[in-house]
């Protein structure tokens, strides 16, 4: 079967997703499990998305609406009047990071992403035969002088994880517009801002407004699988020029976005009041955390997402083990020794997982 398969794929990382609930349950024979893992929102979707939700059910047996008008037109209003052909829907942002490279990709260009990130930019790239080319970050946060200076002629595509997961951290708007200012005209800046609601920096640049002045090469990934709570809908955004969304539609499967998906992300955008409550709660949450860590004496990185990476100043992957073993799911494997990333939780959650991390860190 090898000789099959497309050698540049023989190699390609499996995405490990973070450990399902049901499967820890399974397997260790636990009842009570808590997954701060893979940055969902602990209160769920808006009671409004649920309610579309189930009044789009009887509706399955229809094929979606392919272009997701109605989410379209709603979207645009969201953002004050967007023109709708600068969106584009997707099952999950993550499939705009595989449609951007059936896109644009030729073998032998390249892509630059930051290292430690999202991780999937860089096996999407490869599976064009593409090259990835990563930079790693400068103290915990992207270098954008870097990601710069690793672009050369045959750079097509740059991402820019912001907030970047698994760190937290942002670039700045100043940042931003100095390397814009140096980036080829032929090279597309991809801002990748799954957590963009959860940010509170005023030097946090809204990727949006750089498309609104015209800059024609920022392409913005946005989702609702994070703030919103759909993460199990499969649905996300891209930002971009009409000729570059245009382009995407090429690669596009016609039914990429679910009939529930649209239904709900359409009701979720509507309800103001949830995504605030949503945000509120990470920020206080975000502020117990750091508590804690102080008084354990355990050092993080302040996040402007729903996560947080601190150093247990132990191997990360025994750490993720014993945790996993009393019931409490986080995430580590971003190749730093002893890091690990934890989402935040209700205060309940949290104090789970303080507990337990601290009856893990003491057990020696
Ligand atoms: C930075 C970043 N981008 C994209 C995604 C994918 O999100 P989606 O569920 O929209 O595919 C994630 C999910 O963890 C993420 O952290």
Same mark, same amino acid.
């Given at each position: ?39 969902? $929102? ?48 997707? @099952? ?36 064009? $035969?593409?090259?990835?080319? /990563? ?5 915990? &946060?992207? %270098?954008? /002088? ?7 002629? &045959? ?9 970047? $997961?698994?760190?937290?951290? +942002? ?14 005209? %032929? ?27 015209? $800059? ?28 570059? +969304?245009?382009?995407?539609? &090429? ?6 976005? @679910? ?10 955008? &509507? ?10 709660? @990470? ?8 508590? /804690?860590?102080?008084?354990?004496? +355990? ?29 409490? +799911? ?35």
């Amino acid at each position: 079967m090898k000789a099959l398969a497309r050698p540049n794929i023989h190699d390609l990382a499996v995405y490990k997703p973070g450990k399902p609930i049901k499967e820890v349950q399974r397997e260790l024979g636990l009842e009570e499990v808590v997954k701060l893992a893979s940055n969902e $929102n602990p209160l769920g979707p808006s009671l409004l998305a649920l309610k579309a939700l189930e009044a789009a059910v009887p509706d399955v047996y229809l094929y979606p609406d392919g272009s997701s008008y109605r989410l379209k037109q709603t979207l645009s209003e969201y953002y004050g009047g967007l023109d709708p052909d600068q969106i584009l829907f997707a @099952n999950g942002s993550n499939e705009l990071v595989q449609q951007l490279s059936l896109a644009f990709l030729n073998p032998g260009d390249e892509v630059v992403a930051p290292r430690p990130s999202f991780p999937r930019y860089e096996p999407l790239a490869r599976m064009m $035969n593409a090259r990835a080319v /990563e930079v790693d970050l400068t103290d915990f &946060r992207l %270098d954008l /002088e870097a990601l710069g200076r690793a672009v050369t002629e &045959r750079t097509k595509l740059v991402y820019i994880c912001n907030p970047n $997961n698994p760190t937290g951290t +942002i670039v700045t708007k100043s940042e931003v517009d100095a390397f814009l200012g140096g980036l080829p005209a %032929d090279c597309l800046a991809v801002f990748d801002e799954a957590y963009f609601e959860y940010v509170d920096d005023p030097a946090y640049p809204d990727g949006l407004e750089y498309l609104r002045n015209g $800059n024609r090469q920022v392409v913005v990934l946005r989702t609702f699988s994070k703030c919103f709570g759909l993460a199990g809908l499969r649905i996300g955004y891209a930002l971009a020029d009409p000729e570059i +969304i245009a382009f995407l539609e &090429r690669v596009r499967e016609p039914f990429n976005v @679910n009939a529930l998906a649209q239904a709900a992300a359409e009701a979720a955008l &509507r309800d103001g009041a949830h995504k605030q409550r949503v945000v509120e709660l @990470n920020r206080r949450e975000k502020q117990f955390l750091y508590r /804690e860590f102080d008084r354990l004496g +355990i050092e993080y990185i302040p996040s402007e997402a729903n996560f947080i990476l601190f150093n247990a100043r132990r191997d990360e992957q025994e750490v993720f083990q014993a945790m996993l073993r009393q019931g409490v +799911i986080i995430r580590g494997g971003f190749g730093y020794r002893t890091w690990l990333r934890v989402t935040v939780g209700t205060r309940e959650q949290n104090e789970k997982f303080i507990h337990t991390l601290q009856s893990v860190l003491t057990e020696g």
